[in-house]
């Protein structure tokens, strides 16, 4: 069982940044191909970014790449979302997880374990 909280949400302007943060309960996260989701009110959870345990490979989503940045450090079992140049469709509930799984990282259901998420507003 990996127990995940993210941090960092808030309220930006566009054009602004904003790094979320997602802490992991156990050593073993290292283990772990790591994922940013997100929601909007309205839609369905979506994919954002994967890296995978050694941190060494990332995919993200057409509509993130070049403006977000995922990232990890195993010896601090946390995960990282570096968000720039954001913008109003950008706003959401972002949720971090944990897969066991190298594959199909861009759907939810290769996920084992979920944080509660954090919320983003970009206001125009």
């Known amino acids: 069982q990996v127990h995940l909280v993210e941090s960092g949400g808030g309220l930006v302007q566009a054009g602004g940044s904003r790094k979320l943060s997602c802490a992991a309960s156990?050593?073993?996260?290292?283990?772990?191909?790591m994922g940013w989701f997100r929601q909007a009110p309205g839609k369905e959870r979506e994919f954002v970014a994967a890296?995978?345990?050694?941190?060494?490979?990332?995919s993200y989503a057409d509509s993130v790449k070049g403006r977000f940045t995922i990232s990890r450090d195993n010896d601090k079992n946390t995960l990282y979302l570096q968000m720039d140049n954001l913008k109003p469709e950008d706003t959401g509930v972002y949720y971090c997880?944990?897969?066991?799984?190298?594959?199909?990282?861009?759907?939810?259901?290769?996920?084992?374990?979920w944080g509660q998420g954090t919320q983003v507003t970009v206001s125009s």
């Open positions: 890296i995978y345990h050694s941190g060494g490979d990332t």
């Open positions: 997880a944990a897969s066991g799984s190298n594959y199909f990282l861009r759907r939810s259901s290769s996920y084992d374990y």
């Open positions: 156990e050593r073993t996260f290292r283990v772990y191909t």
